[in-house]
């Protein structure tokens, strides 16, 4: 049977899911689809290509059509549309990260933060501008939990500080308990909360935009 170009992602998403980024080559991925490595150039000219289109379908879904809800509440779907999308595969933050290529999927779902933006008032480049800076919230929150799942129990923040032998206020040990030991899920939330309460009041200390 040809190989398909959709064929090689696919079997680029399970080889990632099973093995990890890390372990991901050309030359793996070939003989998980039990053809020769140069039918995947075919398709990818490189790792970096086939990654982009990786990246691309592991977003996929995040520009779907949004609620009826206020705006503040569509960007906290957004972002947990993308975390989840990112989670939902091993190191899939850490491929998204990596590509600068931005497919149709990531398209859709930043034109959607824009246009969300922009009906709340803010003119174009300033909706790119904290479209981008949610995105990068979530990325950037979802490669530390995935390298967290990697960790052993032994590599815990509170355990490494603690051998550092460094001094800390009674403050930041109180800080550093609470980070260590909280749901990733509820931290998630409340640095969205805190992105989100930036952006109103972005929004309600300049005057609204035309549509």
């Not at 399970?14 to 070939?30: H, I, N, S, V, Y």
């Not at 996929?60 to 957004?78: A, F, K, S, T, Y």
């Not at 032998?165 to 998630?188: H, N, W």
Request: hydrophobic letters at 45%.
């Amino acid at each position: 049977m040809r190989l398909r170009k959709t064929d090689v992602v696919d079997e680029a998403l399970r080889f990632l899911d099973a093995e990890g980024l890390d372990q991901l080559t050309m030359r793996k991925l070939g003989a998980a689809l039990n053809v020769q490595g140069g039918a995947l150039y075919r398709h990818f000219p490189n790792k970096e290509a086939l990654l982009d289109a990786v990246a691309d379908r592991i977003v996929e879904g995040i520009g779907d059509p949004l609620p009826d809800v206020p705006w503040l509440d569509q960007l906290r779907i957004l972002g947990g549309r993308l975390r989840g999308a990112l989670l939902g595969r091993r190191d899939g933050a850490r491929v998204v990260a990596g590509t600068f290529a931005p497919g149709a999927n990531t398209i859709i779902g930043s034109d959607v933060a824009v246009q969300v933006l922009c009906r709340a008032g803010l003119p174009p480049a300033q909706a790119g501008w904290a479209g981008f800076a949610l995105f990068y919230y979530v990325l950037g929150h979802a490669i530390e939990e995935q390298a967290q799942l990697r960790l052993p129990p032994e590599h815990d923040w509170r355990v490494r500080t603690e051998r550092l032998d460094v001094q800390v206020s009674p403050q930041y040990a109180a800080a550093l308990d609470a980070l260590a030991g909280t749901d990733p899920a509820e931290r998630f939330a409340f640095g969205l909360d805190l992105f989100l309460e930036g952006l109103r009041h972005l929004r309600t200390t300049r005057p609204p935009q035309p549509a």
